[in-house]
């Protein structure tokens, strides 16, 4: 079966020119021309991606993304923001949204396909980490990608997919310093470019998700001009940890 993606973007002209390139490409391709309609056509339809624009008519794309990721229906549907808005404060926004990759107008289309095909190839239900023998536990993490969940010492710590596979990236090398185009390559898929703004966000969730102080994170550290370090207590030290607050 030809995955399925869903289009939501009112200029007529771009929508065709996304539409015909993602069906030569193999793809069933789905278009609603506002926010409305493409969030009721995602609840219907549940489409494999949603490639969204973010100025639309009747509710723009950032609350349409937010009201997916809410939905349990849709909450895992990969999404693309397509859009004009290139200030790094839209795409954090987006980000923030729940976007999965943001990619601004105007683009190239070989690189809108390649950005397609990642997305579908990381979110194919079935994780990376799951798809190798590799590290899974280090002390008081362990993942859990059959279900993209953490354990964090005692607490289970749900994950969006991109989270999942950064935070895996990060604890296959584990103490060691891991630069922005690595991470790019291994967790979105395709080439780096200059703007690390994409990984910065997602640490951030991170963060937010599994240190005591986000603001001093002790866990997942950031190498300035380097890159990101995943550091962790070892068994041992959990151990000691637990001695000397029982």
């Known amino acids: 079966m030809m995955p399925r993606i869903l289009v939501i973007d009112d200029d007529a002209a771009i929508a065709e020119l996304v539409a015909i390139n993602l069906e030569m490409a193999g793809y069933e391709v789905t278009h609603a021309e506002d ?4 969030q009721a056509l995602a609840i219907q339809l549940l489409p494999d991606l949603i490639v969204l624009d973010l100025m639309l008519p009747r509710v723009d794309g950032f609350t349409v ?21 290139s200030q790094t404060q839209d ?14 107008k105007p683009f190239e289309l070989e690189e809108m396909l390649a950005r397609v095909r990642a997305l579908l ?20 993490l362990t993942l859990v990608p059959e279900r993209f969940e953490a354990v964090w010492y005692v607490n289970t710590v749900k994950l969006t997919h991109l989270e999942f596979e950064l935070l895996h990236c990060l604890l296959q090398r584990h103490g060691q310093t891991v630069s ?5 390559k291994e967790v979105w898929g395709y080439d780096p470019d200059d703007d690390i703004e994409t990984i910065r966000v997602h ?3 991170l963060r937010t998700k599994m240190e005591p102080d986000p603001r001093h ?30």
């Open 121 to 140: 190839r990381r979110t194919d239900r079935i994780p990376q980490a799951a798809k190798h023998s590799e590290i899974l536990n280090y002390g008081p």
């Open 65 to 85: 993304c937010q009201r997916l990721r809410r939905d349990d229906r849709t909450s895992d549907i990969p999404v693309l923001m397509l859009t004009a808005l």
């Open 180 to 184: 922005p185009s690595e991470i790019l």
């Open 217 to 246: 994170p002790r866990y997942i550290k950031t190498v300035y001009g380097a890159g990101y370090c995943l550091e962790l207590p070892s068994n041992e030290q959990v151990a000691e940890e637990s001695k000397s607050s029982a």
């Open 35 to 38: 926010g409305i309609k493409g």
């Open 91 to 104: 795409k954090v926004e987006g980000f923030n949204s729940g976007a999965d990759d943001y990619l601004t």
């Open 203 to 205: 640490i951030r969730h």
